[in-house]
């Protein structure tokens, strides 16, 4: 029997030939292991259900499923599954990072596929914006089908830009969003913290749901580099060749503490904040968006 998990590997996803079949699989993939997760219960048909909780009408409680699973689930309606979303996906050149055979964006672009396709299967509307400097290309939400080929389409090989300038995207789209719903910002935030936590405030000032996923390399967390290297800054082209013993310390102590920075930000504007590498499943992820939309009913 073919084993579906295996498509949550990156590196799996990555041999795969083109960006629907790794949408398709990754999502087949993250619902045959959900029996082992939180959301055991659900099935491709989860897009027709929702938790039950407070406030909910018990004549709504699907029973039936409440036998396969032993939890509570109702009935969830066509109008009830409304929810728009917008994938902010981060083109610039520091994404093109990697340490292995993944780059931080070809994780982001595996990520941002599977999430629509997760999303268009619940009949949400799903939206792209690629962008780096400036954005690049905004794709409105949609719920159609054929909506979810134009997105992928433009997944496959996304416009690499030279500079990162989050803050400024962030503000420009918080303002061209009019009606509420849930932003999705999947980036390695390399940028001015200052600039991109007052973008997701504008977000939250105008009551928009956000969710963050920060894509790291292992290698950007660890710098377990050994010999002597030349570091280059992928988008100023600036360079340093040291020692890595030398710096090390006080390398690790800025991303953690970066990290640290985003996550006490996120929580105190009740924003979700996923920290990911590209080593790992994309079951993470999705769990963190899902949880996500649970709460958001």
Request: with cysteine; charged share 30%.
């Amino acid at each position: 029997m073919l084993d579906k998990k295996k498509y949550l590997n990156p590196e799996t996803v990555a041999k795969l030939d083109n960006m629907a079949l790794r949408a398709r699989l990754v999502v087949e993939g993250y619902i045959a292991g959900l029996h082992k997760s939180p959301y055991h219960g659900f099935s491709v048909e989860f897009a027709e259900h929702r938790a039950y909780g407070p406030g909910d009408e018990i004549r709504h409680i699907d029973w039936k499923l409440y036998g396969k699973t032993d939890r509570y689930y109702v009935k969830q309606y066509e109008e009830e599954t409304n929810l728009r979303s917008y994938i902010l996906l981060d083109c610039s050149r520091s994404m093109k990072y990697t340490s292995g055979s993944i780059t931080k964006l070809d994780y982001a672009s595996y990520l941002s596929a599977a999430l629509s396709y997760l999303m268009l299967n619940q009949r949400d509307g799903v939206g792209l914006i690629l962008f780096h400097e400036k954005i690049k290309k905004f794709i409105p939400p949609r719920s159609t089908p054929g909506h979810l080929n134009l997105i992928l389409k433009n997944l496959e090989k996304p416009e690499i830009g030279s500079d990162t300038k989050i803050g400024p995207v962030l503000h420009e789209m918080a303002e061209r969003i009019k009606k509420r719903g849930l932003v999705i910002l999947i980036s390695d935030l390399m940028d001015s913290q200052e600039d991109i936590i007052n973008g997701l405030k504008h977000f939250r000032h105008n009551k928009q749901e956000v969710i963050l996923f920060q894509i790291l390399d292992r290698k950007e967390l660890e710098f377990d580099f050994n010999v002597r290297t030349r570091f280059k800054d992928m988008e100023s082209g600036e360079t340093l060749t040291t020692e890595p013993w030398q710096i090390k310390t006080d390398y690790k102590n800025f991303i953690n503490s970066l990290q640290q920075l985003y996550r006490k930000s996120c929580r105190e504007q009740l924003i979700d904040y996923v920290p990911l590498f590209t080593d790992q499943n994309l079951d993470i992820a999705l769990n963190g968006f899902l949880n996500k939309r649970q709460k958001l009913g």
